[in-house]
């Protein structure tokens, strides 16, 4: 077995990479990202943060949703509450959108607009 070449790894730390505005189609900020993939930010897979007090945009995602809850709390429009250690996928074409009262960090894998 060859070692990995460089080019085909990409490494992010949650703790020193350089987080990013995620910004909605509209331009305006939702949260920020930390790309692992290098594809468009706030799709693939990613780190999501979001300070305190947040509410997201409402969306529609075009495929899953998936995500794994790191730390903090996340609440859908709905009222359904997200903890730490919660592994959730809605479904394609479901449209929400979320809030944290004290902040929360979720990693990410939404698909589209992916690349290495």
Known sequence: MHPIKPEDRRVANVASGTFQPFLTDEGEPDGEVLQVNGGKPGYGFHVYRM?????TKV???????????????????????????DIVCL?????????TRNGCTLVVHLPGAEGF
């Open 51 to 55: 300070a305190p007090g947040t509410t």
């Open 59 to 85: 969306h529609t995602h075009v495929g899953a949703e998936e995500f794994y809850v790191i730390d903090g709390d996340l609440t859908d429009h709905d009222g359904y509450e997200y903890k730490p250690g």
């Open 91 to 99: 479904a394609s074409g479901t449209s929400h959108n979320s809030s």
